[in-house]
C-alpha cells in the first residue's frame, strides 16, 4: 500500500461527503412524465424530505443527525 493510501485510512478518509442525498433519513418521490417524444418518459424526483423531522431539504443540505445510507 503506498503512503498516501497508508495515510488515508488512518485520518478514516471518504470520498462521500455528508448530505441529505446519500443519508438514511432521505425520502423521496420518483415521479414519471411524458417526454417530447410520444411514449417516452423521463423519470423526476420529487418531495425530498427529511424523515426525522419531516420538512423539505435539498439534496446538498445536511445536519446533524446524518448516518451514511448502506
Do not use: A
Not at 470520498?15 to 446519500?22: A, F, H, W
Amino acid at each position: 500500500m503506498s503512503k498516501q493510501s497508508e495515510n488515508r485510512e488512518k485520518q478514516g478518509f471518504q470520498k462521500k461527503c455528508p448530505c441529505c442525498g446519500n443519508c438514511l433519513h432521505f425520502t423521496s418521490e420518483i415521479v414519471k412524465e411524458p417526454s417530447f417524444m410520444p411514449g417516452s418518459y423521463w423519470e423526476r424526483e420529487k418531495n425530498l424530505r427529511c424523515g426525522i423531522g419531516d420538512f423539505k431539504v435539498g439534496k446538498s443540505n445536511w445536519c446533524q443527525e446524518h448516518k451514511f445510507n448502506k
